[in-house]
């Protein structure tokens, strides 16, 4: 089944505690994403990769980092959690290497940093 | 500055007729997107348009105006299970920005 997968699916925390959220998609797609929804303010984008060893920022890109070593894998690293990074967040995929094809979501990540 | 505009929430009975609105104003437009989705679950996919007009796929239909920078969503025959945020998403100079979603409520 073509799916985006990610793990944790919930995770509590605490400030300062570095953690990492995995995401993998089975489907060979070259672009990969992190947005983070809140409430009031809609999905916003953190970082993005076209391709293999390709990484770039997005719109709210400080306190994390992202790495893409394989082409399925888009891990998203916390080194430093702090409260104001208490969200749900979603890792996607795309065909075409600009992400302007339909994007393909993970089911999220509930994220709460105490 | 890159802007998206959509009604926060919406009201609609079963079996009814919906419209909800997207306005944007963004620096290059090369196509928008609407996506589903129910709480606490990912956004689906419903649609697509790049040129101007509607797109119709089933109980859904999407029209695009790019000279008005405005599209909409409509869906017919309201069930239930339409209850969910409708998330416009607009492609601007290679990059995806998101609108803040329009939460729909379908009532008996």
């Known amino acids: 089944e073509a799916q985006v997968t990610q793990n944790p699916r919930y995770l509590i925390t605490v400030t300062g505690k570095k953690l990492t959220v995995t995401c993998s998609q089975n489907m060979n797609h070259e672009y990969m994403s992190w947005y983070r929804q809140d409430p009031g303010l809609g999905l916003r984008q953190i970082y993005y990769?076209?391709?293999?060893?390709?990484?770039d920022k997005g719109d709210v890109p400080e306190g994390y980092k992202v790495s893409r070593k394989e082409k399925r894998n888009f891990p998203l690293i916390l080194e430093s959690p702090s409260p104001n990074q208490t969200s749900l967040y979603f890792c996607a995929s795309s065909f075409g290497a600009m992400g302007t094809d339909t994007q393909y979501f993970g089911p999220g990540t509930r994220l709460t940093v105490l | 500055g890159q802007n998206i505009d959509q009604p926060t929430e919406m009201t609609a009975t079963e079996g009814a007729i919906v419209q909800i609105n997207c306005t944007y104003q963004t620096s290059g437009f090369n196509g928008l997107f609407w996506y589903q989705q129910h709480a606490g679950e990912a956004p689906t996919f419903l649609s697509y348009n790049v040129l101007d007009g509607l797109e119709e796929k089933g109980r859904f239909s999407s029209f695009l105006s790019r000279s008005k920078g405005y599209s909409y969503l409509l869906l017919k025959e309201l069930q239930m299970k339409d209850s969910a945020s409708y998330l416009c998403?607009?492609?601007?100079?290679?990059?995806?920005?998101f609108g803040t979603g329009t939460l729909l409520a379908v009532q008996p």
């Open positions: 990769s076209m391709n293999v060893e390709v990484t």
């Open positions: 998403a607009v492609i601007a100079t290679n990059k995806l920005i």
